[in-house]
């Protein structure tokens, strides 16, 4: 049975983008930063830490919390699946490959600030419009 499936925890890149379709979907973009800790080797070679980022997609109802919750320098939990897209270049006319995560579920982790974040403290029903 094949299995797509990406779990995350890091830290966001910049403020979600948010877009509304001509369909009246609702869209939500943004970077996730993940960190491996650097080391030192048992031969004593340091090893640095090395810092991934990842293209993260929100749609709908999920997207439009995305847009309320979620600020620069966030600590999150992302469930998603791996998507991988292609486009061409405009002014060269090569092939370009995107590879993003669309979230199937998150958690706020942390503020930017470092205190934890309270899912009681954002009202589920505020319309993406008003953010």
């Known amino acids: 049975m094949p299995v797509n499936k990406v779990i995350l925890i890091g830290n966001v890149g910049r403020d979600p983008e948010v877009k509304r379709m001509p369909s009246g979907a609702v869209c939500a973009s943004f970077p996730l930063a993940t960190t491996e800790r650097g080391y030192k ?70 503020r930017p600030n470092g205190t934890p974040f309270h899912s009681e403290e954002m009202p589920e029903d505020t319309p993406v419009d008003a953010v």
């Not at 109802?61 to 600020?71: D, K, L, P």
């Not at 469930?79 to 669309?102: A, M, Q, W």
């Open 41 to 110: 080797t048992k031969a004593g070679i340091e090893i640095p830490e090395k810092t991934e980022w990842h293209n993260i997609v929100a749609w709908q109802g999920i997207a439009e919390r995305v847009a309320r919750q979620v600020t620069k320098g966030c600590l999150i939990y992302i469930e998603g699946k791996l998507r991988t897209r292609s486009f061409d270049d405009p002014n060269g006319g090569s092939k370009h490959y995107v590879t993003e995560i669309f979230v199937d579920q998150y958690e706020m982790l942390r």
